[in-house]
């Protein structure tokens, strides 16, 4: 795992002195996401820079060092993951004669490009990786991301180069990198929490998309290519679900033979490693399936919180009993939070407002104490239905031919009488966590006309009727995709291509890299996505049962008793800890004058929130964490 950068001059105006000086400044700048070792190429006939700095995870020895040319002398490489078929690559090319200095995955990806090409190379590879590779007789760079953007990748032409980097941080050190905020990106980040790809918070900057390589020329003109369409992928499931109906015996074993293989296949590492496990049926599974395959006691870390509602430290204490692993935890308080808080926009790079961005920096501080890799059970409920969105869309389908709009937005407003604060009290936290948000987002749910306006609303942040922010234009998350004749399918198809990577798989690299803390996620190998996309929505939710079929492959590891509780997802005490440790840290950045400055907010609206929060007559902690992450955005920045 690395951090890359580079630009590329297409007036190539500046000597190899400059060029070397000035990729080296980009690529300190990546220090903490490869603290190991670094290293530039540059040269000046074509004004082309690369710039790496490593986190050395396989094949130590300086033979893995970047940048990496290949043994031909054609091409130049700086990679940033993780490929699990590497060995078997490299037999392939063996066979047809080519000889390996060492053995890491970055030299048999650049000899890979050079025997099969880069878009064959980028089908091959089972990982994640975003890479940039210049073919010195084309004289073209091209960048290439991972099918589901596990790894990031921003770039951008700025005046007369191209800039490139693993965060924006990079690029910014650029001295031709201009700091204009886009107002659409930022307004949907203010209703979404996260900036969708490709946008990003400056103009003229962008995220590459997942499953996509570009190549420049020397001239500035590119050519975008897609070597994983999830369109297909997921047209292709859905025909394919027949073979898969009523064989849920033989369904479960293949689910379970994938995932024990994605994960064997994660394991490979040259330093020690452990796994998240938060006691939910993601983590749960990948670590059961983790100690199956390993001599001795895995590492395992857990987050929990002096609030007991929000913690499922005991779940996860009880699991990782049953599987006898080396097991770590840590409770996060408020006062935790608070030295994190003025961290995180240092390594976001863009306003991020997940607020489990919080606890996912304490845990990967925790595991690096101890470990360099970790697995996580990321993607699971984008996959097989686990998010309470999923099962709310199902029945709202159900309803949908029953009950008209006009009867649904009556029983909405019957929702909408008591506040969320009203039915958090009404309805114990056991029975259903953060009771009143999930009751507003139902209510929403009820009001939507169709399936579009359905998820941008299960997805926005800001249920408030207070337009706090002063301009209106935002990123319409599903405006040119299909949608399909299932709901559900919709939704995860949505979920798969932006959720899911630009929150989920955004919040874990940069908490994870921050630390120089190498995040693998065993649930997105590309083949368990499609076989995933294969089955029956009915194997997804069955009856009141979301994931299914995920439950059945863990329950042939971890009792039930242990399992079925629930879903509470990576829950922050975020609004008890702004009306308490957090208060003096907030108050100075949304304080009258410093709005006023920012001239982005309706100040009063701003205030009356702030205070109608700490007195408890509203919950408005999204509302306020996107602002206050933003403020300390621009601090950062």
């Known amino acids: 795992m690395c951090g890359i950068t580079g630009f590329l001059e297409f007036s190539r105006a500046h000597s190899s002195n400059l060029l070397k000086k000035q990729v080296s400044q980009m690529t300190e700048s990546l220090i903490h996401r490869g603290p190991d070792d670094g290293g530039v190429w540059t040269e000046e006939e074509h004004g082309i820079a690369l710039g790496m700095r490593r986190l050395a995870i396989q094949d130590l020895s300086a033979s893995g060092n970047q940048p990496m040319i290949s043994k ?8 940033n993951g993780e490929v699990y078929n590497a060995a078997d690559l490299r037999r392939l090319l063996e066979d047809k004669g080519i000889t390996f200095r060492g053995h890491s995955d970055t030299e048999v990806i650049i000899e890979a490009c050079a025997q099969w090409g880069i878009s064959e190379t980028a089908r091959q590879l089972i990982g994640m990786f975003a890479f940039a590779l210049w073919d010195k007789q084309e004289k073209t760079l091209t960048l290439v991301r991972d099918r589901l953007g596990i790894k990031p990748l921003y770039y ?4 007369d180069v191209l800039l490139f980097g693993s965060e924006l941080k990079a690029l910014n050190v650029h001295n031709k990198f201009e700091k204009k905020i886009n107002p659409e990106a930022l307004n949907s980040y203010f209703k979404y929490n996260f900036i969708p790809a490709p946008q990003t918070i400056f103009e003229s900057v962008y995220k590459l998309l997942p499953g996509t390589m570009i190549t420049f020329n ?17 047209e292709e499931g859905i025909k394919a679900r027949e073979e898969f109906a009523d064989d849920d015996f033989n369904t479960i074993d293949k689910l379970e033979e994938l995932i024990k293989d994605s994960v064997k296949r994660r394991m490979i590492a040259d330093v020690p490693l452990g796994a998240f496990l938060s006691g939910g049926i993601d983590s749960s599974t990948v670590v059961a399936m983790m100690q199956s395959l390993s001599p001795r006691p895995i590492k395992t870390y857990t987050i929990g919180f002096e609030e007991d509602s929000f913690s499922e430290m005991r779940y996860a204490h009880a699991i990782a009993q049953h599987l006898k692993t080396d097991h770590h935890e840590l409770i996060l308080t408020s006062q935790d939070a608070l030295s994190i808080v003025s961290e995180i926009p240092k390594y976001f790079d863009e306003p991020f407002a997940d607020v489990s961005q919080i606890p996912t920096f304490a845990i990967s501080k925790l595991a690096r104490e101890s470990v360099k890799v970790t697995l996580s059970g990321d993607g699971g409920d984008e996959l097989f239905a686990g998010y309470n969105r999923h099962y709310l869309v199902s029945q709202v ?9 006009t009867l649904r937005k009556i029983m909405a407003n019957g929702l909408t009488l008591g506040t969320e604060e009203f039915w958090d009290k009404l309805i114990p936290s056991s029975i259903l966590p953060q009771a009143g948000d999930k009751i507003y987002k139902l209510a929403s749910v009820l009001k939507s006309k169709n399936v579009k306006e359905l998820y941008e609303v299960l997805l926005s942040q800001n249920k408030t009727s207070k337009n706090f922010f002063l301009t209106s234009t935002t990123l319409n998350l599903c405006h040119n995709d299909v ?39 065993p649930l997105l190998d590309h083949r368990i996505v499609a076989f995933a996309w294969a089955l029956p929505q009915n194997m997804k939710i069955r009856g009141s049962v979301t994931k299914w079929i995920l439950r059945q492959v863990l329950y042939r590891y971890v009792p039930k008793s242990l399992i079925d509780r629930p879903k509470m997802g990576f829950g922050v005490p975020i609004s008890k800890w702004l009306q308490g440790p957090l208060r003096p840290w907030a108050e100075e950045l ?6 006023e400055n920012s001239g982005y907010f309706d100040i009063k609206q701003v205030q009356q929130m702030w205070q109608l929060h700490l007195t408890g007559q509203k919950n408005y902690q999204h509302q306020l964490w996107s602002i206050l992450m933003f403020e300390a955005w621009k601090d950062a920045y």
């Open 483 to 521: 949608q399909f004749s299932n709901f559900l399918d919709s939704l995860q198809y949505w979920d798969l291509i932006k959720y899911l990577p630009d929150d989920i798989l955004t919040k874990v690299d940069r908490a994870s890299m921050a630390v120089g803390l190498e995040a693998r996620v």
């Open 590 to 595: 949304i304080s009258k004058k410093r709005l």
């Open 156 to 159: 951008g032409i700025l005046g």
């Open 218 to 234: 020397e001239e500035g003109k590119h050519k975008t290519q897609t070597f994983w369409d999830p369109l297909k992928i997921v």
């Open 397 to 405: 389908q159900k309803m949908d031919g029953i009950l008209p709009l």
């Open 72 to 79: 031909n002398g054609r091409y130049v490489i700086v990679y």
